[in-house]
């Protein structure tokens, strides 16, 4: 992987997505989340390997800022990934959501920024 994606990283994203799994798997009685947790976390972190792979052939360097691609790779690939898996979610409610992850992206992005977490606001 590049300077920027680390084994550990995808590591970590994939048990972060399968202990999110495991939780919806226990509150909604369906172990079947646990599997859509797994899934779906590796999904996203490919795709966001894919966004950098993406940003870099377009010779942007890392950290650099790519509008719409930073705040929907990782959706995208968990989307792709999921319906893989044989679920299915509506195009309108798959809009409606991508609009929800670039407020949150833009919003949790620029906080850590003024929290001094991050070092760029995007």
Request: charged share 15%.
């Amino acid at each position: 992987m590049g300077d920027g994606k680390t084994f550990e990283g995808l590591l970590i994203g994939v048990a972060a997505g399968v202990i999110v799994g495991l939780l919806e798997s226990f509150i909604l009685s369906d172990p079947g989340y646990l599997y859509v947790g797994f899934i779906g976390s590796l999904g996203a972190l490919i795709g966001d390997m894919v966004g950098s792979f993406i940003k870099r052939r377009l010779g942007l360097k890392r950290g650099a800022p790519a509008p719409l691609l930073d705040q929907l790779d990782f959706y995208v690939g968990a989307l792709i990934a999921i319906r893989l898996m044989g679920y299915d979610m509506s195009l309108r409610l798959a809009l409606e959501f991508s609009l929800l992850v670039i407020a949150l992206h833009i919003g949790t992005n620029y906080a850590a920024y003024k929290l001094g977490l991050k070092d760029v606001p995007w």
